[in-house]
């Protein structure tokens, strides 16, 4: 049986080759970047010890960033559907929108103290990259971001972002134009140029020392959660729900870290993956469609694919969700029976928009939003002194063109 | 010797003073029967084939060999074609080795012990898998050896002298050596001259090994390099059959052609 050891970072339970349960993850990378990569775990785990760099991380989180993001009870939306009582944390309140930049000040702090100028990074929603850009114009690095065209073309107000910052937009227009395709022009950019260049991954995925950084930048969600918490209910609930969409799964791994040693039966986690549109095969959801496993940018996971082992397309409303594969530490969680995982369709993720932007004071983007139709779904089923947490981990402003396609002007 | 071919093949070459030829092109570009009609053509000319698996998400290839793998994939080049396209060479060419090229993932799907049957089977002498590096090959190359096939492992210019001896160590006859921090079909970077003396700080480990270089030789470099075991060309040749598709020519022809030229100048 898969288990989680208990006080022990989940980012550290792998084993010599970098496999969590034996099968997840590792480093199934081009002989060119096994330097580049070890280089980048010594100084990672150097970093990681070391009080100073602990300080600085704290110093730009708490007056870069922005902490805490609030934590907010959903009293109409609670009201309205009745059962378990429903709150969000706004990570989208984090400087930039969404729990990306977590990650992305991580990783310009270590570009930084590695002695590189140049940093690269792939981007679906463009949330990743708007933060990279963001970070590298905070820390003075020239910046390049990857991404698919499709996604520029659906997420234009986070391109006009990162422009604005500085970087450069590398448009992707191979394979299915989207998150996939960026991740794969970013890896073979960072091939050519890693001796000059830091590279940064936007999610928990790729070759495992990406998983590491990013799950470990987005542990603040939880550190910040367990202490509102506390403060609201006085201790951690009885019965305590955490909903989080899982795309790569950097935003759900940061919102549950901080919880994993508490039984399950108290705080369930729930991952919410991408079902795709209504009538259609295609997903993005390889936990919940029981995908086999499968290597996908240099990590093993469960992934969308076919009996050949080419990766399939995905469809998914959301950007920052189309992604055929998933975290490595996903699918131990889920192997270990952790955590369970689920899918809802575009027009499911649609409707809960509607219903939290007409009842709350907060606008989930699209990602969120399948979370919110999860815990709206269960809600009433639910006795009333569970509660229920979703992290909003980004904004819709920059969904406002399929908004509108799909909903009309007036949408909310 | 893991297998008689390969070894052969360099010790023909040797004989001749020469370095050995050896050409990338992927199964299925644009179709079956084309490949084999340039393998066929070509071989003539060549040491050692390899033979691209198509993948879709193959992360150390350049745009070349992405276009070529795209197009064989969108003509439904599925393993068993590639298979297919080895076993009709084979009957063809039977000493020519021939060495299959694609990602792990390709590999793991179709089940490691039926695909390297099927290898063996089909008389595939080599594999190089782009991202299954050391020491994570180690149990993947050994399989190979008990079926006979070299397992190629490949060293980059970020590779460590120290992890190089290691790799060397546990490698069969054949040595991929990357010759520059590129994907396929980038622009050489260095001289070859540097490329050259790089070469020979690695050969110096062990001299009896066959080392090949790649990444980036086309007719205008090649001939500078030639004091290598062996040279690779793909992205050009992948390039050579975009061109002619694009323009309505006979791939069959461009190859022969351009590998006609290789060979004269080494
Ligand atoms: C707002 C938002 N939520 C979620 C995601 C999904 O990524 P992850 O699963 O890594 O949090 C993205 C990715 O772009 C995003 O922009």
Known sequence: MIR????????????????????????????????????????????????????????????????????IKLYNTSHQLGGAQIYAKVVSEANGGAHKIYN???????????????????????????????????????????????????????????????????????????????????????????????????????????????????????????????????????KLKLINCVGGGSSAIGFWNSFMDYNKKQVEFIGVEAGGPKNSKLHAAPLTNKSKIGILHGAAQYVVQDKEGQISETA????????????????????????????????????????????EKIRPSLEPSHAFAVAIKLAPKLSEDTIIVVNSCGDAKKDELILTKRLGKDHD | MINENITLAFENCKLEKRPALLTYIVAGDSNKKMTLDILKAISPYVDICEIGMPHNTSVADGKQIQNSSYRALKNGTKLNDVFEIVKNFKKIEPTKPKILMGYFNQILQYGPNKFLNKCKNIGVDGLIVVDLPFPENKEFADKCKKHHINFIQLLAPTTSTERMKQIIKHSHDMIYYISMLSTTGG?????????????????????????????????????????????????????????????????????TNLVKLLKSKI
């Open chain 1, 316 to 359: 998914s409303i959301s950007a920052g969700l189309d992604y055929p594969g998933v975290s490595p530490l996903h699918c131990f969680l889920k192997d270990a029976k952790r955590a369970r995982y689920t899918a809802v369709s575009d027009e499911e993720a649609l409707a809960a928009y509607q219903l939290i932007a007409k009842n």
């Open chain 1, 104 to 238: 992305a000040i991580v990783h310009a702090l270590i570009c930084k103290h590695a002695g590189k100028k140049y940093i690269i990074g792939d981007t679906g929603a463009g949330y990743a990259g708007k933060m990279l850009s963001m970070a590298a114009k905070k820390f003075g690095l020239k910046c390049k971001i990857f991404m698919g065209t499709k996604d520029m073309a659906r997420q234009k107000p986070n391109c006009d972002a990162i422009r604005v910052n500085g970087a450069e937009i590398i448009p992707v227009d191979s394979g299915s134009k989207t998150l996939v395709d960026a991740v794969s022009e970013c890896m073979r950019y960072w091939v050519s140029n890693c001796d000059t260049t830091h590279m940064c991954v936007g999610s928990t995925v790729g070759p495992n020392i990406f998983v590491k950084i990013c799950a470990w930048s987005t542990a603040q969600i939880s550190r910040e959660l367990i202490v509102q918490l506390k403060e609201e209910f006085g201790k951690i609930p009885k």
């Open chain 2, 187 to 255: 622009k050489l970077k260095l001289t070859p001259k540097q490329i050259i003396k790089n070469y020979f700080k690695i050969k110096k480990i062990n001299k009896d090994k066959n080392i090949v270089i790649g990444f980036g030789i086309t007719e205008k470099t090649i001939q500078s390099l030639k004091q290598a075991d062996g040279l690779v060309v793909g992205s050009q040749l992948c390039k050579g059959i975009s061109n002619s598709l694009k323009t309505k020519r006979s791939p069959v022809k461009t190859l």
């Open chain 1, 4 to 71: 989680i050891q208990k006080r022990k970072p989940i980012i550290d339970q792998h084993d010599k080759n970098y496999l969590y349960a034996g099968k997840f993850g590792g480093n199934f990378v081009p002989e060119t970047l096994k330097k580049p990569i070890e280089d980048l775990t010594k100084l990672f785990n150097k970093l990681r010890k070391d009080k100073k760099f602990i300080r600085e991380r704290d110093y730009y989180f708490k007056n870069y960033v922005g902490t805490p993001t609030s934590f």
